[in-house]
């Protein structure tokens, strides 16, 4: 007698699939990956929570005392348990000033970068799939811009902004003139990189049959083609977040950058080095560690995602 065949099994959810990806399993097998991960959650997380992770609020003028200022870590002679890594010369704790000037460059990265996402893909898919005259000319603005180093391109285009806006709109503009700067200094390597793949892809059967059917071309670059051409971007964008934070604070610490009420890691690690030699050290070395450890562990995730996506290293 034939038995009853057995109930299908449930699908697996979606995040069980994603555990079982091929990523995810490259991921499970870098130790370096995992650390950098942590590392990177951990400081994003505490940035951009900083009112609430942070034990002082630096910038509030109501909770500074000058009777603080310059007081060394806790584990030096005459340091206040209350402030764990120092303060500065106004008496605010580095600490706490390290996670809101992490926040503001962790902000201004991000932005710049999605920018330079959007207009350096938009304009790698024309370039790519029309080719011809708008082909070369897009190509000929990326070969000007990769003439010049990112930080002349984005010192540049602040000096311009800060010369047609009036003084008094410095301070308020200032977040939007950095983040157009350092995403218009980006974005040709993704122009240059879509353009590459896109002149791959527009030749395949599938964009062949979207076009014998009537689709568009504005539908086949960005339903059909941008799809197949996301990969590389996505890596590209997790390396560049940790250049756009070092051309902020690079900015920032030549005095072009945010305006000192809201300070990034930059700013503070351009008022710390004015007391380096007078023996408060930590005011400057702290910020600079925590953007060395920010900028690396970024780094890191991104170089481990450039060899989970690329198939020859599978």
Known sequence: MASNPSPLS??????????DSD??????QSPVAIVAAVVAFVMIFSALFAQWVAPHNPFDLA?????????????????NPKFWLGTDDQ????????????RVSLLIGIASVLLSIVLGVALGLLSGYVGGK?????????????SFPAILVALLIDGVFRALLPRDAHGDVAFMVLVLAIALSGWVQYARTVRGSTMVE??????????VIGVRPVMIMFKHVLPNVTGPVLVLATVHIATAIITEA??????VGVPPTTPSLGTLIRIGQEFLFSGEWWITIFPGAALV?????VNLLGDWLRDALNPKLR
């Open 10 to 19: 449930p699908p697996p959810s979606a995040l069980a699939r994603a555990w």
């Open 23 to 28: 990523i995810a399993y490259s991921f499970r």
């Open 63 to 79: 909770t500074i005392n000058l009777m603080d200022a310059s007081l060394p870590p806790v584990w030096q002679d005459g340091a």
């Open 91 to 102: 008496g605010r704790d580095v600490f706490s000033a390290i996670l809101f000037g992490m």
């Open 134 to 146: 708008v082909d070369a000319f897009i190509m000929r603005i990326c070969d000007v811009m990769l």
């Open 202 to 211: 527009k030749n395949k059967e599938y964009v062949q049959a979207a076009r």
């Open 250 to 255: 690079t900015l920032s610490f030549l005095g």
């Open 293 to 297: 450890l920010l900028v690396l562990s």
